[in-house]
Every structure is written in C-alpha cells, then in structure tokens.
C-alpha cells in the first residue's frame, strides 16, 4: 500500500466519529495552549493523545514493519568517524 494512501487512511478512521472528531480537536487546543502559553496540560488530556498517538503507531507498524531510515541517514551524512 502507498505510504500517502496508509496515513491518510489512518487519519480519515480517527476521524470518522464525529465525537471523535470534536474530542481530537478539543485536545489538539488543548495541547497548543499547553505549548503557546505553558497553561497546565489535563493528564486526561495527556493520556487521550498519548493513546491516539499509540494506535496510529501500531498501525503505521502493523502496515509496513519496522522502519528503519534515520540512522543509516544520518550516518551516511556524517561520514567515517574519527578512530
């Protein structure tokens, strides 16, 4: 399955359910104040993103295995260590 089409067939299941939908963004308000203005973040709050956050991982490991680019990345950019 197409990378592009994977994510967006997660994000279009999270979205679904209209109740979904408001508590998402609810908490995606929530977490931005908790970032712009250092306002206490909710652990409820916390633990719903965290748990969302958990699924699409799952998922995305689930679809395609593990993934493993970004240390051969950045190994090849750094080049040869010194011994």
Same mark, same amino acid.
């Given at each position: !399955? +197409? $990378?592009?089409?994977?994510?967006?067939?997660? !994000?279009?299941?999270?979205? +679904?359910?209209? !109740?979904? $939908?408001?508590?998402?963004?609810?908490?995606?308000?929530?977490? !931005?104040?908790?970032?712009?203005? #250092?306002? @206490?973040?909710? @652990?409820?709050?916390?633990?719903?993103?965290?748990?969302?956050?958990?699924?699409?991982?799952?998922?995305?490991?689930?679809?395609? #295995?593990?993934?493993?680019?970004?240390? @051969?990345?950045?190994?090849?950019?750094?080049?040869?260590? @010194?011994?």
């Amino acid at each position: !399955m +197409n $990378d592009g089409v994977a994510t967006i067939n997660i !994000m279009n299941a999270i979205q +679904n359910d209209t !109740m979904t $939908d408001l508590s998402v963004r609810n908490d995606e308000e929530a977490v !931005m104040a908790h970032f712009l203005t #250092g306002v @206490p973040l909710d @652990p409820e709050v916390s633990r719903r993103v965290q748990e969302r956050g958990q699924r699409i991982r799952d998922e995305i490991y689930r679809q395609h #295995g593990l993934v493993d680019i970004a240390v @051969p990345a950045v190994r090849e950019l750094r080049g040869e260590l @010194p011994e």
